[in-house]
Structures are given as structure tokens and as C-alpha cells.
């Protein structure tokens, strides 16, 4: 299973779409982790409810220990990865990839205050957006809610960031 198995959409899906509720022999390898180009790394989740205009939005675990996904919507939710910039509306019950590591592009919430270097942190009333949670290479929160540093605005609400080591997300909020 190897990078450009993902690039190519032969393993399990591409990243960016979706399978169906119905595909339940996904549940065996829920949660397994997938390598992708320049040091990517894709999880298999479920989704826990609908979401359109996936792209781009935090995600965190339904309940510890579980592969069940929906958006984060506090800031003080643990973030377990993040939807890709071309993910397709998602279902309640979808199988999806959420990335984990790698540089990821992320929206930011209206009057986020973010800035290249700023640490990141799920927007509290921002539906998987993000605001800033430190300037300068820090993070308020000690960044154990979202390990991720901006590094260049792409526009007034969109950045790509690193994420720092592994998103796992321990559980709700």
C-alpha cells in the first residue's frame, strides 16, 4: 500500500472520495493508515454525520479510541486529521480519508487573526475552521489540541500549515 497506490486510486479508494455506508467490509481495515507522496499519511475514517463543502476542515474522534469522525466545532476539541482540498460532500456513514501528517491546507474562520508561523486551533464556532492559537512558533494551548503551524497564506481564509509529528485525536470534546 504504497504512495502511489493512493496517487493512482487503487488502495482502498482515492483520497478525496468517499464509499458508501453499504461498504461494510471497509470495516476491517477502519482506521489503518495509508503513506502518501511527500510525507502525507491518509486514515480511513467513518463519518459520523453529513458534511458539504468538505474540503479543508478538522476533524475529531466521535468517542476515544474510535474511527467514527465528525468535524470539530470547539476549540478545545482534539483534532484526528484533516479532509483534503478536493473531498467530495460526505455522508453520515461514509468511509473517507482524513490526512494525519504531511502539510495540509486548512479554512480559516472569519477573523481568524492567523499569520505565517501562528500555531492553529479548531475555531470555536467555526465548523471544522480554524483560528489562530499562538503567534510566532507557539501555541497557547501547548498545541496538544492541534500540532499545526501555518507556513503560507494562500488567501484571506485559506493557508497550508505543517502538521507537527501525528494527529491521533484521543477522543470528543
Known sequence: MTAAAIAHGTVPFPVGQVHGSQFTA???????????????VYRLCKAAAAQTSATNLVYKRNAAGSDTVAVGAQSADVACGVTVADQ????????????????VTLNGKTSHGLAAGDGVKIAGTG????????????????????PCMVHTVVSTNVFTAYIQGKLMGYGGA
Open 127 to 146: 465548523a471544522g475552521k480554524v483560528e489562530v492559537d499562538g503567534t510566532s512558533g507557539t501555541w497557547t494551548s501547548g498545541g496538544n489540541v492541534f
Open 26 to 40: 471497509l470495516d476491517a481495515i477502519l482506521g489503518e493508515e495509508f503513506q502518501g507522496p511527500k510525507g502525507a
Open 88 to 103: 467530495v460532500d460526505i455522508a453520515l456513514g461514509d468511509y473517507f480519508f482524513l490526512q494525519v501528517a504531511g502539510e
